[in-house]
């Protein structure tokens, strides 16, 4: 199958489910509303990871063009703009793009964000010194994830930043009791990849022959589980 036709399947599920199903649930996951236990672990553990992808791109942005692929709320294309970077935040789901845009702060020193509801693949959303994708590509398999990258890497200078799945027993865990809740309820299933194996499909693709695995790290908190990729140009 073509990353075309199963990237945009998948895309098209995504955006149901956060533009409609979870919008609610996403609001009140990314602001300092109480939650219950469960959902406070997945808020540390995205709080951790979005520090972590922070810290691997310079502390000084001015300048510097950066794509937010994936934004959500937009807690991370604000933070980047505040190192003073003009920043792209984009996401498929209009909804969540609307809460970013409430959210955002008037000052955001030199730098600038402009959220775009959209597929962040879109040639018009031009070239890049940075492309960070949080928990954006857990959702696709490691066949489009990659292209997704390769695709992405024709127009970044600088470096790109994802994070996927790992493949773990905990993860395999909560997917299976992720079935038992109705299907109008279940969010787009997460797609475990192999580090590994991952490492190597990247080594292997001719679009990022360019390219080369640079740090990882891993963030494990109760029911949030994502590892840390960072592409740099060889």
């Not at 990659?146 to 493949?167: E, H, I, N, Y």
Request: aromatic share 6%.
């Amino acid at each position: 199958m073509s990353l075309t036709l199963s990237y945009q399947r998948r895309l098209g599920a995504i955006e149901t489910y956060f533009d409609r199903t979870a919008v609610d649930a996403w609001a009140r996951l990314t602001s300092d509303a109480p939650v219950g236990r469960i959902r406070a672990t997945v808020r540390a553990g995205r709080n951790e990871m979005r520090d972590c992808l922070l810290s691997w791109l310079p502390a000084d942005l001015t300048g510097a063009r950066v794509l937010d692929a994936g934004c959500g709320t937009g807690a991370l294309a604000i933070e980047a703009a505040r190192r003073g970077a003009d920043v792209v935040a984009v996401d498929i789901a209009p909804n969540l793009i609307r809460l970013a845009q409430e959210r955002a702060p008037r000052d955001l020193n030199n730098g600038s964000v402009t959220f775009i509801a959209g597929d962040m693949l879109d040639p018009a959303l031009g070239h890049f010194d940075h492309i960070v994708s949080m928990d954006a590509l857990i959702h696709y398999s490691a066949g489009d994830a990659v292209k997704v990258l390769g695709d992405l890497g024709q127009r970044t200078r600088g470096s790109m930043l994802a994070t996927f799945a790992p493949r773990t027993p905990a993860l395999a865990l909560m997917h299976r009791l992720g079935r038992l809740f109705p299907r109008a309820d279940r969010s787009p299933s997460i797609e475990p990849v192999s580090l590994q194996h991952l490492i190597a499909d990247i080594s292997r693709d001719p679009m990022l022959s360019d390219w080369q695995v640079g740090r990882c790290e891993r963030v494990s908190r109760g029911f949030y589980i994502s590892q840390a990729l960072e592409l740099v140009r060889s």
